[in-house]
């Protein structure tokens, strides 16, 4: 519901935006229209990106703790589907964890298998 709103708001500030460069080139007015819009659109849309991606992470978490998945491995199962696996295998790798390394495998192999968010 807020996310909405905030893209709502996202899309008001960039028309107001567009509406205050006009008036700042056709007849010199002030500028602080145009930064006060263009401000007030990058925090909507920050806080409407923020929004969307924790509500697409709950729903992806309550799929896999429907699925028998523990909080603990459905949250883990996020951070790995999303940006941060590599990253940590390789850290896991480097700091010589294989047993977490078998863990994220398994995790993984799991997931590969039944993705709910597809």
């Known amino acids: 519901m807020f996310a909405r709103l905030f893209g709502w708001m996202w899309i008001g500030a ?60 459905a949250a883990f199962a996020w951070y790995i589907t999303t940006n941060g696996g590599a990253n940590l295998l390789r850290d896991l790798q480097r700091l010589e964890l294989d047993d977490e390394i078998d863990r994220l495998e398994s995790v993984i192999g799991t997931y590969s298998t039944e993705n709910p968010g597809e």
């Open 14 to 73: 960039a028309i107001a935006a567009v509406y205050f460069l006009y008036v700042v080139l056709a007849s010199a007015a002030s500028w602080s229209n145009l930064l006060w819009s263009i401000g007030a659109g990058l925090i909507a849309h920050f806080l409407a990106a923020v929004l969307i991606r924790h509500k697409q992470r709950v729903d992806y978490v309550d799929q896999l703790m429907e699925r028998g998945y523990m909080p603990a491995d």
